[in-house]
C-alpha cells in the first residue's frame, strides 16, 4: 500500500500571508496526486487533481506542483475562507490513500 | 448538476450490519466510479471502496471481508453494507463520485456525509 506523509500537521498563519503543504509519497505516484480542502462540519471539496490542474471555480490562488515523489500546495494571499483542513490523496493505485491532513489556522 | 445525499440509521449496535444508501440525483450513475470514503471523528479520511455502474468492485483490504457495494441503476443509487460493526467502524460516512478518469480519479463529486455512531 502506498502511504501519503503530509507536512506540516498544522499550520498558523495570518491573513494575506502565503503558505505551502507537502505531501510525500511512500513510492513513485506520477502525477496522481490531489488536494482537498475540508471546512469543519463539511464534506472535503476537491481543489487540485493530477498534482497540478486546477478543479473548476478554484480560485488561481491554489496551486500545485511536484518534484519526484514530493508534492506541494502553495495557497497564496490568505483570505478568512481559506482556513481549513487540506489533505492530499494518491490515486495512483488501490487501496487509495490519504495524507493525515495539515490543519491551516489563524495566527 | 450531479448531486449525492446519503442516508442511513444514524446509529447501529456493535456486531450489527451497518447500511447506507447513497442517491445521486441531476445526472446518471452511469458510466462512472461510485466510491464510499469514511473519517472517524477527528481524525483523517480512509477510503473504504468503489463500485462501477456494470457492478464490478474494489474494496480496501483493510475492511475487505466486511464490505459490500452494490448499484442499483433503476434508483441511481449505490450501498454500503459494512457487517460485523465495532466501535472503530464509529464515523462520518461520505459517499463520492470517483475515482473520476476526467479528473485524474481524484473523487470530484462528495455528499454531505451521514454520521455513523456504533453502540449498543
Known amino acids: 500500500d502506498i502511504q501519503m506523509t503530509q507536512s506540516p500537521s498544522s499550520l498558523s498563519a495570518s491573513v494575506g500571508d502565503r503558505v505551502t503543504i507537502t505531501c510525500r509519497a511512500s513510492?513513485?505516484?506520477?502525477?496522481?496526486l490531489n488536494w482537498y480542502q475540508q471546512k469543519p462540519g463539511k464534506a472535503p471539496k476537491l481543489l487540485i487533481y493530477?498534482?497540478?490542474s486546477l478543479q473548476s471555480g478554484v480560485p488561481s490562488k491554489f496551486s500545485g506542483s511536484t518534484s519526484g515523489t514530493d508534492f506541494t500546495l502553495t495557497i497564496s494571499s490568505l483570505q478568512p475562507e481559506d482556513f481549513a483542513t487540506y489533505y492530499c490523496?494518491?490515486?495512483?493505485?488501490?487501496?487509495?490513500?490519504f495524507g493525515q491532513g495539515t490543519k491551516l489556522e489563524i495566527k | 448538476q450531479v448531486q449525492l445525499q446519503e442516508s442511513g440509521p444514524g446509529l447501529v449496535k456493535p456486531s450489527e450490519t451497518l447500511s447506507l444508501t447513497c442517491t445521486v440525483s441531476g445526472g446518471s450513475i452511469s458510466s462512472s466510479y461510485w466510491s464510499w470514503i469514511r473519517q472517524p471523528p477527528g481524525k483523517g479520511l480512509e477510503w473504504v471502496g468503489y463500485?462501477?455502474?456494470?457492478?464490478?468492485?474494489n474494496y480496501n483490504p483493510s475492511l475487505k471481508s466486511r464490505v459490500t457495494i452494490s448499484v442499483d441503476t433503476s434508483k441511481n443509487q449505490f450501498s454500503l453494507k459494512l457487517s460485523s460493526v465495532t466501535a472503530a467502524d464509529t464515523a462520518m460516512y461520505y459517499c463520492a463520485r470517483g475515482p473520476s478518469g476526467s479528473y485524474n480519479y481524484a473523487f470530484d463529486i462528495w455528499g454531505q456525509g451521514t454520521m455513523i455512531t456504533v453502540s449498543s
Open positions: 463500485i462501477y455502474a456494470s457492478g464490478s468492485t
Open positions: 493530477g498534482a497540478s
Open positions: 490523496q494518491q490515486s495512483y493505485s488501490t487501496p487509495y490513500s
Open positions: 513510492q513513485s505516484i506520477s502525477n496522481y
